[in-house]
């Protein structure tokens, strides 16, 4: 059984990496390790990164720009790697802020540069910025091709993944995939980590509302010789590209990761946290993963992913008010919001008087697509008592059976 708690991470030893990512693409990206809260709602517990690139060529392109958290070094990285040159082409793959809010900066620094977007980014600059592009726009379409010298870049539209404006770049001489925030992750360059876990939380809470426009661009991508992948957020992948792809295609069509059982309560004054535990040593008993998650303490971003992650969820809560404990009500909210479905589900509730919070979790799932709900389900009158186990051991053998 896996209890979720605050775990410590491990830095490395250097503040920040210098990645390099070939002879002729350079990172110009910055580390934030003191950002708290990434669109003002995830916990970043190690920071994030803002991924920049440059290609230098006979024209050079910068590929995005930064948050303007991350301004000053971001300029002084690209004047580093710009050796006094004059870029030709800012090209931008998408215009939320902690990637594009540089764009007038850049932009008036470098006065002659053109700046390369589609039909549906320059709207957007407008909206956001009071910079004059008239005669600097380049606007591509589906398949166009930029040529920088040997370097040719291709550009794929790839429309809420995860905002209508959203493109992709191939650069076909070296094979290089810059995906804007697909296969993005959270955590600082600085900390060393399994990919997953954070990517993980990265897709469901960022992209997981557009499965199908994420599918649409995994076809396009497996039309392409890809031999790395330069995200906006998180390590340039060179490796192994089939483990991320095929992780990408299983969070997007809303296939469980791998089989497991997550139990996430919502509990008052510790009873339904005591039901739903005894429910845990019944499943770890019978060999199952098992994952508890208090809802009323863990990150609540943590708790949608791993609804994802596994195949089935058990939610116990106690009644409130005449309806969910209000931490379940929250959770359920986002999961709808993240379009969850396709899993098996039990319930279990708790009520001093007219328990209702099973009945209330079970209408709000019912609004998500192909949910399995097992029969029995667990209703606790204030305390658990013996004489509440066999429920809660028939709920863990529905659960067990495939």
Request: proline content about 3%.
């Amino acid at each position: 059984m896996r209890i979720v708690m605050l775990i410590t991470v491990k830095y490395a030893e250097t503040r920040r990496r210098q990645m390099k990512i070939t002879d002729t693409i350079k990172y110009v990206g910055v580390n934030d390790e003191t950002i708290d809260l990434f669109e003002g709602q995830y916990r970043m517990l190690h920071g994030v990164s803002y991924n920049s690139y440059v290609i230098l060529d006979e024209k050079i392109a910068i590929m995005d720009t930064v948050d303007r958290r991350a301004t000053e070094e971001w300029l002084s990285n690209l004047e580093r790697v710009l050796e006094g040159r004059t870029p030709d082409y800012l090209i931008v793959s998408h215009m939320e802020p902690d990637h594009a809010a540089n764009i007038q900066r850049v932009a008036e620094k470098y006065p002659e540069m053109k700046i390369v977007g589609n039909a549906k980014t320059f709207p957007m600059i407008a909206q956001f910025f009071t910079l004059n592009v008239e005669g600097r726009e380049v606007i591509v379409k589906e398949g166009d091709t930029l040529s920088l010298g040997r370097h040719t870049l291709q550009f794929f539209m790839a429309p809420m993944v995860h905002w209508p404006e959203v493109m992709v770049t191939y650069e076909q001489s070296e094979k290089v995939l810059f995906s804007a925030d697909g296969f993005g992750k959270f955590g600082s360059l600085s900390v060393e980590e399994p990919w997953e876990d954070e990517a993980r939380r990265y897709f469901i809470n960022i992209v997981g509302k557009y499965g199908a426009p994420v599918q649409a661009l995994l076809k396009k991508a497996a039309a392409l010789d890809v031999a790395m992948i330069c995200p906006l957020h998180g390590p340039v992948l060179t490796e192994n590209l089939e483990h991320y792809i095929g992780l990408y295609d299983t969070w997007s069509s809303y296939r469980p990761e791998e089989k497991g059982v997550l139990i996430a309560y919502a509990s008052i004054y510790g009873n339904t946290r005591k039901a739903a535990e005894a429910l845990a040593d019944e499943l770890t008993r019978a060999g199952q993963q098992v994952c508890v998650m208090d809802l009323c303490r863990c990150d609540l971003a943590q708790a949608v992913s791993d609804a994802f992650r596994y195949d089935r969820l058990v939610l116990a809560c106690a009644t409130y008010d005449g309806g969910m404990y209000l931490p379940m009500e929250d959770y359920l909210n986002h999961l709808k919001a993240k379009n969850f479905q396709k899993r098996k589900i039990g319930l279990m509730e708790n009520g001093s008087w007219a328990p209702m919070a099973a009945k209330k979790m079970k209408e709000a799932l019912e609004g998500m697509k192909e949910m399995t709900f097992c029969d029995t389900m667990v209703t606790i009158r204030s305390a658990m008592k013996e004489n509440d186990l066999p429920q809660i051991q028939k709920l863990a053998e529905e659960l067990c059976a495939e």
